[in-house]
C-alpha cells in the first residue's frame, strides 16, 4: 500500500535528577557534598532512508519517545545521557506542526533534522553547597523533553510529472521512456499509486518521471483519487500532459484539457502555471483525424509545446524525450520549501506568574510552574533543604503578596500537598 500522508507524536527524554549525595572516605572529614548531575535526555531525529518510498511504516505506529537521561551518583558521577530516537522517512518527505501548520523540514537534502529537543539534567547537590549551607539535601530535577504532534506528507522528488485523465497511456508512456514496470491495463484507475522512473535521454543528461494518477474532474475536491495525488506534482518543473486523441472512448481531448488544467489551478495557482507540453496519445488508433487536427491548432494557437505519438508503438517516444530534456535545461531546479515553523520560546517560569487566592476564609491557595519546581527540588524533612525553601519564597516576594491580599496570622497556606500556618 501507498501512504503518502502521516501524522505522528514525538517526545524528547527527560532529563535525568540530579543526586543527594556526601563524600564518605576514611581519613577525609568533612567530605562535602558530591551528588553528581542527571544526563541530558534523547532528541527525536529524522533521517533519510534511500530505500523507503512510502510512509507506509507510519501507518500502525504513531507514538515514538526517546530515552530519558540517567540520575546522576555519589562521588559526582554524572548521568548518562539519554540516547537519540532516530526516525527514518523517505528523500522528499515535508515535516509540518500540527497544531500550526507550519513547515518545519524539508527533508530533500539529506540532512537529519532534530524535531524534539531531550530536557536538560538536573544539578546535583554538589552545587548547592555554601559556607553557610555546607551540606544541602536537595538536587535539581531534569527538565522535561519536548513533545509535540508533527504531520509526515511525502512529495515525490521528480522532474516531470505525467498528468492527464484516467486510461490516456500514461503507465505505458512510463514504462517505454524508462525501465519503470507500472501496471498497465486497458481500464481505468489502473494505477493506485504514483510511479517513478529514471530516462536517460543522452550520455549524461537524464531525469526523474513521475506518471502521477486518478485525476478526474472535481479532482482537487477529492474526485476520484486525484486529492491523494496531486500534491506529488508539486515539485515537478514541467508537465507533460498527456490526452487521448484516438477517439475510442468517445472522449473529447480539448475539453480533457481544460477540465485537468481547471483541477491544477483549483489545487495550487502555481501549479497550473508550471511550464506544460501537451503530448496527444495514441496515434495509432486515431478514429477521426480532423479531431486531432483542430486539437493541434488549438494548443500550437497558445502557445504550447505539441507533439502526436503512440506509446504502445513506441512512435514518437524518441521525439518527446529530446524535447523534455531541451525544456528542462532552462527551467530552476526541483524546488524545495523554505522552513516557516517558529519555535514558541519557552519562558522559564517566574514567581511573578504565581497565582494567589483565598479558597476558604483562613485558607489561601498558592499555584505556579515556579513553585513546583522549587518544590521538585528541595527536601522538606531537612532543616537547611527548608531553609532554602523559605528564602526562595520570601526572595520571590511570595510573603509579601500573601500580606497585601490579607493573609492573617494563623491561616494556612496550601502550596501543592505542602500545608502550613502563617507566622510573621
Not at 340 to 364: C, H, M, Q, Y
Request: proline share 5%.
Amino acid at each position: 500500500m501507498f501512504v503518502d500522508k502521516a501524522t505522528i507524536k514525538v517526545k524528547a527524554g527527560n532529563g535525568g535528577h540530579g543526586a543527594i549525595a556526601f563524600h564518605r572516605e576514611k581519613y577525609v572529614p568533612n567530605g562535602g557534598p558530591s551528588g553528581g548531575d542527571g544526563g541530558k535526555g534523547g532528541n527525536v531525529i529524522l533521517q533519510v532512508d534511500e530505500h523507503m518510498s512510502t510512509l507506509m511504516d507510519f501507518r500502525y505506529k504513531r507514538k515514538y519517545a526517546a530515552q530519558p537521561g540517567a540520575d546522576g551518583g555519589g562521588r559526582r558521577c554524572s548521568g548518562k545521557d539519554g540516547a537519540d530516537l532516530i526516525i527514518r522517512v523517505p528523500r522528499g518527505t515535508l515535516i509540518r506542526d500540527e497544531a500550526t501548520g507550519a513547515v518545519m523540514k524539508d527533508m530533500s537534502s539529506g540532512e537529519s533534522f532534530v524535531v524534539a529537543k531531550g530536557g536538560r539534567g538536573g544539578w546535583g547537590n554538589q552545587h548547592f553547597a555554601t559556607p553557610t549551607r555546607q551540606a544541602p539535601r536537595f538536587a535539581k530535577t531534569g527538565n522535561p523533553g519536548e513533545e509535540r504532534s508533527v504531520v509526515l506528507e511525502l512529495k515525490l522528488l521528480a522532474d516531470v510529472g505525467l498528468v492527464g485523465f484516467p486510461n490516456v497511456g500514461k503507465s505505458t508512456m512510463l514504462s517505454v521512456m524508462s525501465r519503470a514496470r507500472p501496471k498497465i491495463a486497458n481500464y481505468h484507475f489502473t494505477t493506485l499509486f504514483p510511479n517513478l522512473g529514471v530516462v536517460f535521454a543522452r550520455d549524461e543528461v537524464s531525469f526523474v518521471l513521475a506518471d502521477i494518477p486518478g485525476l478526474i474532474e472535481g479532482a482537487a475536491e477529492g474526485a476520484g483519487l486525484g486529492h491523494d495525488f496531486l500534491r506529488h506534482v508539486d515539485r515537478c518543473r514541467l508537465i507533460v500532459h498527456v490526452v487521448d486523441v484516438s477517439g475510442s472512448e468517445g472522449r473529447n481531448p480539448l475539453e480533457d484539457f481544460e477540465a485537468i488544467n481547471a483541477e491544477l489551478a483549483a489545487y495550487s495557482p502555481e501549479l497550473a502555471s508550471r511550464p506544460q507540453i501537451v503530448v496527444a496519445n495514441k496515434l495509432d488508433i486515431v478514429q477521426d483525424s480532423a479531431q486531432l487536427d483542430t486539437f493541434r491548432a488549438e494548443m500550437e494557437a497558445r502557445g504550447l509545446p505539441f507533439l502526436s505519438l503512440s506509446a504502445a508503438t513506441h512512435q514518437g517516444i524518441g521525439d518527446l524525450i529530446s524535447l523534455i530534456a531541451e525544456k528542462l535545461q532552462g527551467l530552476p531546479p526541483i524546488s524545495i520549501y523554505e522552513p516557516e515553523f517558529v519555535p514558541v520560546e519557552e519562558k522559564p517560569a517566574s514567581p511573578n506568574d504565581l497565582t494567589i487566592r483565598n479558597v476558604d476564609g483562613d485558607a489561601w491557595l498558592v499555584e505556579g510552574p515556579w513553585l513546583d519546581q522549587l518544590l521538585a527540588r528541595v527536601n522538606l524533612s531537612d532543616y537547611e533543604s527548608r531553609m532554602y525553601f523559605e528564602k526562595n519564597l520570601e526572595q520571590a516576594g511570595v510573603y509579601a503578596r500573601l500580606e497585601e491580599l490579607g493573609i492573617a496570622e494563623g491561616d494556612t497556606v496550601c502550596m501543592a500537598e505542602l500545608e502550613f500556618e502563617y507566622h510573621k
